[in-house]
């Protein structure tokens, strides 16, 4: 991987939740409870949903920051798996745009049973997540996670409405990935932090380290989606540049191409056939230097994340988790 020194240790995601392995599984066994269908129809695409459930970083915030500020109580596994629901909701959704045909090296739930049972799927996962928030006395984790929704939802659609947008700005990305991944990983510390008796500034702490976590973990997927290995990373890649997204290592080429580079990229954008895009860009253009620079953006998110917990209390092993948290975001899949 660019960038990564060869003596340096990769951190496994194993590593990284040891210390809520009994909890997760609490949460997994929650959610195949509250995912069982009323309708027998329903269930193959539920099961085939429930094997999207991937690395788990959102939920495992909840309990290692609920764990760190004071113990995880059955409130924090209920807001664990809302947040798990809710990554999975948009996961559907995202594919679905994404015309993408992998996920976790598996089919896509739209290429086995069509866009439309898709799309109602993904709404009927974020009822089902909305029902379980209802059920928690404190209704926190309602009002934080019904904002976050229309804040990711408020994204997503930006992100469509800028496709091709060749002149969009490094801010203008940043906005976007904030709404639509790193407001998800935000409210995840926060609650976790709120449901343990957290003071509201040290809520406020959390948040800011899963908010520019999240941050961080956009940056290394969209250069993944232009410099990884589809086999590795285990979903399609190349899907940005065929629907026309602006990510940040395509910002900075377009930024370093010159007068005549830019207007070829233009109408790479506007003539060049989808799947022929990236192909071209890798024949004509610098993207490593795009992919360098966003990886050192990630880099620095990460390390604002972390100095966002600099100097707190908490419990040793939970606390030294969600600083390696941040080594695996990087590292990740390369």
Known sequence: MEGRRADRKVVGLEQVVA???????????????????????????????????????????????????????????????VVELIHTATLVHDDILD?????RKLPTLHTLYGIEASLLLGDYIYAVAFTVSTSLEDQTCSQVLGEVTRTVCQGEISQVLFKGKTDL????????????????????CELGAHYAGAPGEIRERFRNYGYNLGLAFQVVDD???????????????????????????LIRVFQGAGEEGRKELERLFRDVPPGERRRI???????????A?????????????????????GEKSSMEALRRMASFVLDREW
């Open 169 to 188: 700005t490094e801010e203008d990305y940043l906005e976007i990935i904030g709404a639509k991944t790193a407001s998800l990983y935000g409210a995840a």
């Open 19 to 81: 210390s809520v392995e009994a909890e997760m599984a609490r949460v997994d066994r929650f959610l195949q409870e509250r995912l069982r269908p009323g309708k027998p129809e329903l269930l193959p695409l539920l099961e085939h949903a429930a094997r999207f459930k991937g690395k788990r970083l959102r939920p495992a915030q909840v309990l290692l920051a609920g764990k760190a500020l004071g113990g995880i109580t059955e409130d924090h596994t209920k807001v664990a798996a």
């Open 281 to 291: 860009l890798e024949e004509r253009f610098d993207l490593a230097r795009g992919v």
């Open 223 to 249: 250069c993944l989606d232009l410099a990884g290995d589809e086999g590795k990373v285990g979903k399609t890649l190349g899907s940005d540049v065929a629907k026309g997204k602006m990510t940040l290592p």
């Open 99 to 103: 015309d993408a045909t992998l996920r």
């Open 293 to 313: 620079y966003a990886r050192e953006k990630a880099r620095r998110f990460a390390r604002a994340g972390l100095d966002a917990l600099e100097n707190l209390e």
